[in-house]
């Protein structure tokens, strides 16, 4: 089996060498990985940071260049164009959330439990998370569960792992951070079964390169709803 991990970067040049050394050293025996990094249009070091690193030439890692910053959305349907694996697995740059979570989000799959896994920060006891963005999740995720019959703990994941074959035929429009309530709602549409395994998580603040605000949940409020309302 192949994994392919999509990793959309924006602005991350303090991170993103570490986060690719981390993916990097996940032993996941038998299970080849690519690792596909999706630079959305950084105007910081990130480029300089890929280029520079111990794992620039690793022919198992490719980069893709947006000339402009479009959105995570954007970056991360680049890396589903490109991903070559059986199963997809979206990892943010930013640290906030360890690769070594890998294999409990793949047990389910392979399995054969289900072909989608998210992991939740809200089923791991000893996770803190500022109020304001527990609120807002919470908010989120009740309406998800509300309008698509489901029993999501945290929609707003940045940890989504699915077969290839779970997204064959969905269309992804969003660009932004609404791609998350997008991705889950089709999903939800489609009939596919979304399976939740707890997941540390360590929270940055803005001051350290957060960069979803308020108005990004007024964006994924319009796509649940949307995508509630749609024909197909």
């Known amino acids: 089996m192949k994994l ?21 050293a996940v032993d996941l025996g038998p299970i080849e990985k690519e690792i596909i990094i ?10 300089h940071a890929i280029d ?6 690793d022919p198992r890692i490719r980069v893709y260049d947006s000339p402009i910053n479009v959105g995570k959305g954007a970056a991360v ?12 697995l ?15 989000l793949l047990a389910p799959i392979l399995e054969g439990r289900t072909d989608v896994v998210y992991g939740s920060r809200f089923l ?4 803190r998370i500022p109020f304001r963005a527990r609120f807002g999740n919470r908010i989120l995720t009740w309406l998800t569960n509300v309008l698509f019959r489901a029993r999501l703990t945290d929609m707003e994941t940045a940890y989504k792992v699915f077969r290839r074959e779970a997204i064959a035929g969905v269309r992804l429009r969003c660009v932004g951070f609404d791609f998350e309530p997008e991705l889950t709602a089709r999903l939800l549409r489609a009939g596919k079964t979304i399976v939740e395994v707890p997941v540390r998580y360590h929270p940055r603040r803005v001051d350290e390169g957060k960069k979803i605000r308020w108005t ?15 024909r197909s």
């Not at 392919?4 to 990097?24: A, F, K």
């Not at 349907?77 to 997809?88: E, Q």
């Not at 791991?124 to 996770?127: G, H, K, L, M, W």
């Open 77 to 88: 349907r680049i890396g589903l164009k490109y991903a070559s694996g059986d199963v997809m």
């Open 124 to 127: 791991s006891p000893a996770v």
């Open 38 to 47: 999706a630079n959305d249009g950084s105007v910081d070091g990130t480029r």
């Open 90 to 104: 979206i990892q943010d740059a930013d640290l906030e959330l360890d690769p070594q979570e890998y294999g409990g």
């Open 216 to 230: 990004d949940g007024i964006d994924a409020v319009y796509a649940l709803v949307k995508c509630r309302l749609a």
């Open 52 to 57: 520079s690193s111990r794992w620039a030439g």
């Open 4 to 24: 392919s991990i999509i990793i959309p970067v924006y602005n991350e040049e303090q991170t993103i060498s570490e986060l690719v050394e981390r993916v990097r």
